[in-house]
């Protein structure tokens, strides 16, 4: 009795024992499809020879069902067939569906309290309900009914990619046509207007990232590419009718220009330290031989991280200022932003084409949605108070929004510029793999050649590039005016003076620097450019060093490796695979009833429902298997070291250096190393995710530990708690709602490398997106790939955010 | 002063929040009960209030939070709309103007201050100074001159290159008051503008609120919760419970004759001598001729005389503006007022 009382005292254990106990059920009633699904596509295998039916009936059903056997439809989700309503539907759902619509409407009208203005007040609500009621009625409950019962004829669903495909297929080649003058065939041709829309976005962006490059290390070479784009689009040969004159042949600007400008322009922003920042990173280019690759990426980042800002405070404002705009575009940017990398590039691949500005594009569309969130964030943080005082000092709209909003949400908009950067950084490898030159291609490179100690200068490269672009905008977004100075011409414009003085003092250089160097064997004016490749390089050392790391700890690496593999990963992967579609539902729509109630249920079933109708369900088993494992051991060893480095202050600030440095740094240089060790496994790819993914949880272990209020701590000491008393139930229980959104971000960083770690072959649903990617792209099925990741996302966010809420809420912190 | 139009008045102005709130106003025939709007889902938050204020006098409007104190603030500064009724400021209807020149009103005839100061964050405490004027067009050059001007106006010298962070709440709020006169506003609006100081920097800035106040004599709207404050600052004030004015008149009036049991449980703790003046407590010069050589003004607050009348054998007269004698105050009177017994005092005021 009283295990019973103990039970109905905590009905959410009680509620999680239910689910528990009919998932094992219905895991144990697979019976003779286990062999089936615990393989990879077999089931479905089997469906297309005939040799077992997608579903049975529904008096076969309940007979299987009492025989302990689940029908074939409850474990796997057969493939969708629309109901159509006009030709199946019988007199008995259009007057149910009509009865309950009815009913509702009587039940808002009788418990109204004007009913007079009933109609009035209440119309949208009648139509939009009346909608919903009619095609739930007629369309919903029909198809579910005739899915899992009736007889499957066509697939509707599974046909969504071809459609998808086809339909951009036709929107960039058949929609809306226009003739075009072609030179080469001298006569006109029809194009899609939508296709030369998309190809003049290319080419204006391609412009931009040019005409920067060509000032940083062009020269006559990118002139030329830079005329190819006009000769693209109209067919003049500049460069031929320009060839002998002087411009045609302008050197770049040498790179001890673009250094020295660096300590004056960090300078003048911020002082010293800046400054030596700035400029010593541009001689760590330099010196390491990627100036070339470096300034090409820094070529396109100015093109895009500027548009995505611009982009992202627009859409900020629009949302802001109007509650529709922000009602699409936020589920839009949630989707946009649990998206993986990849399933971006295919849509860009398409409609854009290969190069710099396809890239730029894919660098764009991936960082703008944190731009346009932290602008509606920071506009929406703004005291009404500061608008009230705007608008009492007589602005207009025009100086309310630029002069009072923006400006006063300024620290939120400036987390979004940050994060614009970051982001932009972080393409900067995954778009080279649509022709985006630099060093983020050079990575690469070195990836694929395996040589570690090249892709960790390039990836520092690319670190050094991020944190000076994110120092430098910040210091201009905070820099001060002076109104009091009565200054002079030259002590106003100093330092563009010294500029302007250094700058020919480097231009004299490099000219010196043509007889300086034209004995030495190479013949390189090291003055004017380094070249690529050709400076020093630290890479033996790395070399070495993983060398000796192999041949001393291979034997050992292996055992580990083999025994993770065979006794943890391999049968973790078969026991996902092997659950039954009904028992995955049952376990996660469980999960979220337990925590948010019937809504979240609802919300988790529909994602679930629609990664299980695509033909990727076993795939997206493996990511999941995949992002359970990871998820587990990072948020183990995040909140363990989190909670051990908290205690000691110069240990926190250690860790959260740490944190930084391990996110700025390219994601896929953790493959390397671990590849080396561990061979092309699961194995591998789980370490590089748990070495990314292991930052969230730390990070956000000592935030939430450091946030918890020193009364509280000090009450705890005073009831003479020791230490870890205090620890555990003290200062765990109250940042343990902060602690969960590092879970969250633990969650979507692991996604993120999960898909990545494709790239060194694993199964899951990354493989399929590369796939798509390298077969040039069918648009449909990468973006419902990107979706089922996206949602597997979205679907961890929802429960756990709307767990912090209510925790939270429960122990009254904000 | 009759003869000239109130600058600010107010003719049963209504705010009713929720969806239909007009509809419902329209229905109710000028009758507005809180609670029957509150079923519909729409709040009161100003019912029917009417009132002037003169040039140069100042209006304390008083209440609890949630009594629709700042929104009837706000609707005369139409920073929202009220429902119904009408506002005139200097005789123009407010609510007939179209933005462009209520944008033109607030930026030569409004200013306000604002509880939590809303000072803009990017801005050093010069260029808040300067953003009403620089709002509407003057150059860098004036409008950082006039800017400094208030910067020792407000007593801020020194700090002018400050953040609005790196300063106290007193100075802070010194910077919206400063900000607040830049344009030399004739209508000044204060939102509970000491509210969120402590109690010394509140005592501190209000003595410095009297002492611009007697430099600018403004018009002038001043919104608290703090009764002592109203009482201490007001020319009159203007109870509000629920959305409705209870009483509006002179602190003296309203300590000894509130009007309903409201009021009267905000006044019961007041100290009679830190409102009444020498007026309320003086009597008629009578046969006496043996005056104390103290003269005191018929205006003193009793407070401010106390210790002096009572060392005072003797009655002392009262002079009026025109240092002519009206009357006599003696040590007993103010004793009674000091401790006690308000039947005596009001026989006699």
Redesign the interface.
């Known amino acids: 009795m009283s295990f019973i009382n103990y039970l109905s005292e905590r009905p959410k254990l009680t509620q999680l024992g239910i689910v528990l106990i009919v998932f094992f059920i219905l895991m144990s009633m697979t019976g003779q499809y286990h062999d089936l699904i615990v393989e990879r596509h077999l089931f479905a295998k089997s469906v297309v020879k005939g040799e077992i039916q997608s579903s049975a009936g529904f008096a076969e059903s309940m007979s299987m069902i009492l025989n302990w056997q689940l029908p074939p439809q409850l474990v796997r989700i057969p493939e969708l067939t629309f109901y159509h309503p006009v030709i199946n539907t019988s007199a008995t759902y259009v007057l149910i569906a009509l009865l309950v619509t009815a009913g509702l409407l009587y039940k808002s009208f009788a418990e109204s309290?004007?009913k007079s203005?009933w109609l009035s007040?209440n119309w949208f609500q009648i139509i939009s309900k009346g909608f919903v009621g009619i095609i739930v009625g007629l369309l919903f409950i029909p198809t579910l009914y005739n899915w899992f019962f009736g007889e499957v004829t066509s697939s509707t669903f599974w046909e969504i990619p071809t459609m998808l495909e086809n339909f951009s297929q036709y929107l960039m080649f058949e929609f809306w046509l226009t003739p075009v003058y072609d030179p080469e065939i001298d006569d006109y041709e029809d194009y899609g207007r939508v296709r030369l829309f998309t190809r003049a976005i290319g080419a204006s962006l391609l412009f931009l990232i040019t005409l920067i490059r060509e000032l940083l290390i062009g020269g006559f070479e990118t002139v030329v590419s830079l005329a190819n784009v006009f000769s693209d689009q109209s067919g003049w040969d500049w460069l031929g009718e320009n060839k002998d004159k002087w411009y045609s042949s302008i050197p770049a600007i040498p790179w001890t220009v673009l250094t020295a400008g660096a300590f004056i322009l960090g300078y003048k922003l911020k002082g010293v330290g800046l400054s030596i920042l700035a400029g010593f990173s541009c001689i760590y280019l330099a010196v390491f031989g990627q100036w070339e690759p470096a300034m090409e990426t820094l070529s396109l980042v100015l093109v895009a991280a500027p548009v995505s800002v611009l982009l992202g405070v627009i859409w900020g404002v629009l949302a802001y200022k109007s509650r529709t705009v922000e009602r699409v575009i936020t589920p839009l940017l949630l989707v946009a932003q649990t998206m993986p990398h990849f399933s971006y590039l295919i849509p860009v691949l398409v409609f854009f084409g290969i190069g710099d500005h396809a890239g730029a594009i894919a660098t764009i569309i991936f960082a703008t949605p944190p731009m346009i969130r932290l602008t509606l964030l920071g506009l929406k943080r703004v005291?009404p108070?500061?608008l009230?005082?705007g608008?009492?000092?007589?602005?207009?709209n025009y100086?309310l929004m630029f002069?009072?909003l923006i400006?006063?949400a300024?620290r939120d908009i400036l987390i979004g510029v940050n994060q614009v950067i970051m982001q932009c950084l972080a393409m900067v490898v995954i778009a080279s793999f649509i022709g985006a030159k630099g060093l983020g291609f050079n990575l690469l490179l070195a990836l694929n050649q395996l040589r570690v100690g090249q892709a960790l200068e390039l990836g520092v490269c690319i670190v050094l590039i991020a944190v000076v672009l994110d120092k430098l905008s910040l210091a201009w977004a905070n820099k001060?005016t002076?109104?009091f100075a009565d200054l002079s011409f030259v002590e106003r414009n100093k330092t563009a003076l010294l500029f302007v003085a250094v700058f020919f003092a480097a231009l004299l250089f490099a000219w010196f620097g043509n007889w300086m160097f034209a004995d030495t064997a190479k013949g390189i004016n090291y003055f004017y450019t380094i070249p690529h490749n050709k400076g020093i390089t630290t890479e033996p050392f790395w070399q070495a060093g993983v060398d000796f790391m192999v041949s001393t700890w291979r034997a050992d690496i292996k055992i580990f490796n083999k025994w993770l593999l065979v006794e943890v990963l391999m049968p973790m992967k078969a026991s996902y695979l092997a659950m039954p579609a009904i028992a995955t539902f049952v376990l996660t729509m469980g999960v979220g009833y337990i925590i948010g109630g019937i809504r979240s249920a609802i919300v988790i079933g529909l994602f679930m429902l629609f990664i299980a109708l695509t033909p990727w369900w076993e795939r997206a088993l493996i990511t999941m298997y995949m992002l359970t494992f990871a998820v587990i051991v990072s948020v183990v060893i995040g909140t363990i070291v989190g909670a051990i480095c908290v205690q000691n202050k110069r240990a926190t600030k250690f860790i959260l250096l740490v944190c930084d440095t391990f996110q700025t740094f390219p994601s896929f240089i953790y493959l390397i190393p671990v590849i080396m060790l561990f061979g092309v496994t699961d194995t591998s790819v789980l370490i590089a995710v748990i070495v990314y993914a292991v930052i969230p949880p730390t990070r956000y272990t000592v935030e939430g530990l450091r946030n918890v209020p020193e009364s509280l701590l000090e009450a705890g000491d005073m009831s003479g708690a020791t230490k870890l008393q205090r620890l555990v139930k003290i200062e765990f229980p109250l940042a343990f709602p902060h602690i969960m959104l590092g879970v969250n971000q633990c969650v979507v960083f692991s996604l993120f490398m999960i898909i990545i770690g494709a790239f060194i072959g694993t199964t899951g649903l990354g493989q399929e997106i590369m796939q798509q990617l390298f077969s040039g792209g069918n648009i449909g099925s990468g973006l419902i790939l990107g979706l089922c990741v996206a949602f597997i996302g979205l679907a961890v966010d929802h429960l756990i955010q709307t767990w912090a809420t209510k925790r939270r809420k429960l122990l009254g912190i904000d | 002063m009759s003869d000239q139009q109130p600058v600010i008045k107010c003719d049963s102005v209504y705010k009713i929040f929720g969806k239909n709130a007009e509809k419902m106003l329209q229905n109710a025939n000028g009758k507005v009960v809180a609670e029957e709007f509150q079923k519909a889902g729409c709040v009161v938050g100003v019912n029917n209030a009417s009132f002037e204020v003169n040039k140069g006098e100042m209006l304390v409007v008083m209440g609890l939070s949630g009594s629709g104190k700042s929104t009837l603030l706000r609707c005369i500064s139409r920073l929202t709309d009220a429902t119904a009724g009408n506002i005139y400021i200097e005789g123009e209807d407010l609510l007939a103007l179209n933005s462009k020149e209520l944008i033109e009103l607030r930026r030569n005839k409004m200013g306000m201050v604002f509880q939590s100061f809303a000072l803009l964050p990017h801005k050093t405490v010069l260029e808040n100074i300067a953003f009403p004027l620089q709002v509407k067009g003057s150059s860098t050059k004036d409008s950082i001159s006039r800017a400094m001007e208030m910067v020792d106006l407000v007593g801020l010298t020194g700090r002018e290159n400050y953040f609005p962070r790196e300063l106290s709440g007193g100075q802070q709020q010194r910077v919206g008051i400063a900000r607040s006169l830049a344009v030399e506003p004739d209508i000044w609006f204060l939102d509970e503008p000491f509210s969120a100081l402590d109690p010394l920097i509140r005592k501190e800035m209000q003595d410095e609120f009297l002492r611009l106040q007697a430099v600018l004599n403004k018009t002038i709207l001043f919104v608290t919760h703090d009764f002592d404050e109203a009482i201490r600052l007001a020319d009159r004030v203007a109870i509000m419970k629920d959305g409705i004015i209870e009483q509006l008149d002179t602190p003296a009036n309203i300590v000894l004759n509130p009007a309903t049991e409201y009021v009267r449980k905000f006044t019961e703790d007041v100290p009679r001598e830190k409102v009444l003046k020498i007026k309320s407590v003086m009597e008629p010069v009578g046969d006496e001729t043996d005056f104390s050589d103290l003269r005191v003004s018929e205006d003193a607050l009793i407070e401010t005389v106390a210790e002096a009348v009572l060392g005072d054998p003797k009655s002392v007269p009262v002079l009026n503006a025109n240092d002519d004698i009206v009357g006599v105050v003696h040590s007993s009177k103010v004793i009674h007022v000091l401790f006690g017994e308000n039947s005596t005092l009001e026989s006699n005021a």
Do not use: L, W
């Open positions: 309290v004007n203005q007040v005291s108070e500061v009230d005082a608008m009492m000092s007589g602005c207009h100086q002069k009072v400006p006063t300024r001060q002076d109104y």
